[in-house]
């Protein structure tokens, strides 16, 4: 169970920062609108939120996910891929300190966004990727290892569907995963059940497990309907304006 998340609220400049689709211009009152719903949602489902203030240094930096891995054994400082985002970590290195004694730092020349990283029970999958490269994946096996948890890599470099590992699956407790179409076939998922997503819907692969609920996004009814049958709870979100930026529901938090 999760008992606290860490956001940050997204900045004016959110419009500014990287995205690899032309949907158009996020619309900042939009963006915050739909911010404070998924902090309300995790609220409801009986997190302690800290909502750090936006931090204009980084147009990127709502997207808190990509800064840390965080598990119930330590933390793990990562070195985001993208040059424009390398100083985010130390932003949020201070409020990680508040819950965790110790704390191990990805080392350049790894790379390693926490947007590559789908956490399954005790077993992790590290996603090689554009912004992950194969010492970043290295390191935080290594890391890992010490920790008593299990990992495997899965290399989406010549996917160009998805920037990161979880665009494209995720863990949503037990022994299921919610996988994109694309990925349902790869080996290393084998010994998971696997709700497909299909192509049209690849979006909302991307949906998080917190506390005996899913979130997913607004506007997905195949991938709706598919879990309902399986017998989850949902949360549905609005997501259209993160998703212009390449966003999805496990990037905004930090849950542990």
Known sequence: MFTKAIVRVPGKNFADGLTTVSL???RLDMVLRQHVSYCAALKLCGLA?????????????????????????????????AASRTGETDAIREELARFFSTMVTIEAPGTLDGGDICEAGEHFFIGVSQRTNEEGARQLGMHLARMGYTSST????????????KSGVSYIGGE????????????????????????EESYAANCIWVNGRIFI???YPQMRAALLKSGFKLIVLEMSEFQKMDGGLSCLSLRF
């Open 217 to 219: 996004a607004e506007g």
């Open 24 to 26: 158009g211009v996020p």
């Open 154 to 165: 899965i290399d989406i470099r010549e996917m160009t569907s998805i920037l990161h590992l």
């Open 176 to 199: 299921t995963l919610v996988v994109m179409e694309e990925m349902a076939g790869n080996e290393e998922f084998r010994d998971f059940r696997k709700i497909v997503v299909p192509v």
């Open 49 to 81: 939120v800290t909502s750090l203030p936006a931090d204009e240094r980084f147009s990127d930096s709502t997207f808190v996910e990509d800064t840390a891995i965080v598990t119930e054994r330590g933390a793990i400082l990562t070195r985001p891929g």
